[in-house]
């Protein structure tokens, strides 16, 4: 289940709130029980093993295309 990062304008506080996609928008009271509260633009951070090899596995080429990937497509 995605979790959405929110600030409370009132108290300044920032929480965390677990809920389906479906309710991303709904706003989210403080856990202060404040109600103006303002929902955040968070970041993704994707790790891999990158291109170090380890286990023998070779990095994947670079390549075009148009998504940018070795897809061949």
Known sequence: M?????????????????????????????PQGHADTVKLLSTVAVTGRGSSGIGGASPAPAGGGCCGGACGC
Not at 4 to 26: I, L
């Open 2 to 30: 995605p979790r959405y990062e929110f600030r409370c304008r009132a108290c300044g506080d920032t929480f965390e709130v677990n809920r389906p996609m479906a309710q991303a928008t709904e706003p989210a009271a403080c």
